[in-house]
């Protein structure tokens, strides 16, 4: 996760989760706990899919509307949110799916 001020500048990057070849367990009121402490206003999410294939899955867009929603109610936006494959990545922001 990218944290970013109000004009977008980078704070910091972290790494939030880790998961298995086939899932990661990712907790919403972590993410919107590290956003309060980092005093971020906005965040870019950005995640790997090991089989290479970098299409969001049906839980890749779930999860990301629950982040959407979560970190709404204190006033910080998810500008982007990245899944990245073997030799792709796709844009939620570019696909209309945020």
């Given at each position: ?15 939030l ?18 956003a309060?402490?980092?005093n ?17 899955s ?41």
């Amino acid at each position: 996760m990218l944290l970013l001020d109000n004009q977008h500048r980078l704070l910091e990057l972290v790494e939030l989760f880790q998961g298995t070849i086939d899932s990661a367990n990712v907790y919403p009121r972590e993410v919107v706990k590290l956003a309060l402490v980092k005093n971020a206003a906005a965040v870019i999410l950005a995640h790997n899919h090991p089989s290479g294939v970098a299409e969001p899955s049906a839980s890749d867009k779930l999860i990301t509307q629950a982040l959407v929603d979560g970190l709404a109610l204190v006033d910080i936006r998810i500008l982007d949110h990245f899944v990245v494959g073997r030799s792709e990545w796709v844009s939620f922001a570019d696909r209309g799916l945020m």
